[in-house]
């Protein structure tokens, strides 16, 4: 399959779920309510749950069509989690535009969220299917992952000896949970056997940890102008990534002491390594101490290790899809995960 | 049936209830958010909702067994809403116990709520029912009712024209929706006819409305020990309670201008009316404005005119078991219509 059939076809498919998304919040009042929603909804994104459910019905032996309302349900699912999680890490934009929170208030992101989640199970109900009663269980199990992943993540922040372990259990939870429910939830709505089922859940665990490391590695390596924010967000924020828990556990002497000044820093880590009485401003004490940590990841091959880690998992990715019997949509599922770990933004 | 009776096989559900709570939240992490989802849980209360459940089935022919999981996932999805409520509104105790965003922090509190909101349907999926997909539905627009009525109840506090109507709106909303979806749940899983069901429907909803109008009638003439908060909350806050709003359309003069003035400054109320340089302390000066206020309501025999409006609901609610086949746990439901209107606190 040629890169151009591929985007072809992810495209249509990416507009058939935003023109599903577009038509979930007719009702409910009052209408600023109504319009936070939909502004979260219109927000764009490139949709990859909601195409992983459409994909996975497919090489399921199922219609698209068959799993529209649930790939919808999946993608709302995922921005509530934002609006929430937009909140708690207080990010001031999303996708190049304004939180909720920033739009509107507080109190406005919290009842959106709420009420977001419930358009969620909505429409995953609207799927006419004798399987509702997994259906609506899978969806369960990942919200509440997803949840436990994101308070996970925040008491990372207060914690100073988070193991890679640890890690990756979170990021499991925080961001492979929902990939592999999505890609579940296809193969059950595109009749699979259970074989089938088992197999594009690992597919969808394995490229959900693929793209979280792959999300950690373009904090440093992005082209900033693709990432839609600053680089190096995490660094200045003494966030505990892969490659900050690797480079711990490499680094020796100075680098060693720097990184773990970092850890304990956490949120503070720019007002604690860069004094502000260094006479530079706010954004040359951010470059510096970017500078000073990249260097320390080069020097140890952290980059490298971590382009080595989210290689393995995509092979295992792959490997899931070769139960699939060979169809067009087993190729885009492998070009996917393609896709996901080449991309440089 | 005597009150002793009532009293005590309510008292025997509630524990019911209780104990099928304090086993929801075994799984899950990291601890501090497992503890924090216990907190709720174990707040105690009334666990109306719960038990309507539990009631509604039996009084539909069913064993309460049966709907016990669905009660305490309706119990869920009550306290999920208090946890976010008391973010929005700002409350620092429920129960009288501090809220979870005071004992923990916002973040804490946003993230138990959705936690919360998972557990709730993982519960309702135990129940073991040919009706899953029934229940879910039931469960999920009770959600979205709950949801857009508390905000419908935020925006009203920044408007100044709210009418009688949107009131009802807003508190069939916010309380009925749950009540009328708790007694239509264990009609369901009771196994009642469709005339049934809607019977029990019907009977939650005018309950639901009762319950609204007393809680808003005990703010004025609650004994203030046993309300658990300050007597005369709504009024100091320029909450647009039921009293308040008929008081507005019915008070001439002077009255109809400090009551407009109160609609107007909403939850600015005490500082705008009782303006701080009267002497007084903050104390006095919430006594003085609720003296004032509640003189308007007795003056226009308002206080009269919420019981009259409670009695009616009641009597709606007690009808529409009329369909139901004498039972004493049809009995059981009369007598709960009682004692939730005639409730001091």
Same mark, same amino acid.
């Given at each position: 399959m040629t890169d151009s059939v591929f985007t072809r076809r992810y495209e249509a498919l990416r507009r058939m779920v935003d023109r599903r998304l577009a038509t979930l919040v007719r009702r409910g009042e009052p209408a600023d309510l109504r319009a936070a929603c939909r502004y979260v909804l219109s927000g764009g994104g490139k949709r990859i749950r909601a195409v992983l459910v459409l994909l996975s019905c497919e090489a399921s032996g199922g219609k698209v069509q068959k799993a529209l309302n649930a790939a919808a349900a999946v993608e709302v699912l995922h921005n509530f989690t934002l609006v929430h999680d937009d909140v708690m890490d207080n990010s001031l934009t999303r996708r190049g535009k304004p939180t909720v929170h920033v739009t509107w208030d507080l109190n406005t992101a919290i009842i959106t969220g709420d009420i977001l989640l419930g358009v969620g199970y909505r429409t995953l109900l609207r799927e006419g299917t004798r399987h509702t009663d997994r259906l609506v269980r899978l969806f369960t199990e990942a919200l509440l992952d997803v949840c436990e $992943? +994101?308070? /996970?993540? /925040? #008491?990372?922040?207060?914690?100073?000896?988070?193991?890679?372990? =640890?890690?990756?259990?979170?990021?499991? @939870? @925080?961001?492979? #949970? &929902?990939?592999?429910? #999505?890609? =579940?939830?296809?193969? &059950? &709505?595109? $009749?699979?056997?259970? +074989?089938? +089922? #088992?197999? /594009?859940?690992?597919?969808?665990?394995? /490229? $959900?940890?693929a793209f979280q490391l792959q999300d950690d590695l373009l904090d440093v390596v992005a082209d900033p102008k693709g990432l839609g924010k600053p680089i190096g967000g995490d660094i200045v924020e003494g966030k505990k990534t892969f490659l900050l828990l690797r480079a711990v556990s490499r680094a020796q002497g100075e680098d060693r002491d720097l990184l773990q000044r970092l850890v304990k820093a956490g949120p503070d880590a720019l007002h604690v390594l860069i004094p502000e009485n260094s006479g530079d401003n706010d954004k040359s004490r951010r470059h510096a101490l970017i500078r000073l940590v990249t260097a320390v990841y080069t020097r140890y091959g952290i980059l490298d290790e971590t382009r080595e880690e989210i290689r393995r998992n995509t092979r295992n990715a792959l490997r899931a899809l070769d139960v699939l019997r060979p169809r067009p949509s087993r190729e885009m599922l492998s070009q996917l995960a393609e896709m996901l770990v080449n991309r440089a933004s």
């Open positions: $992943g +994101q308070a /996970l993540d /925040l #008491a990372f922040e207060r914690r100073t000896d988070v193991t890679v372990s =640890e890690y990756f259990r979170m990021i499991e @939870k @925080k961001t492979a #949970a &929902l990939l592999s429910a #999505a890609a =579940e939830i296809g193969a &059950l &709505l595109g $009749g699979g056997s259970p +074989q089938v +089922q #088992a197999a /594009l859940r690992r597919y969808g665990h394995s /490229l $959900g940890r």
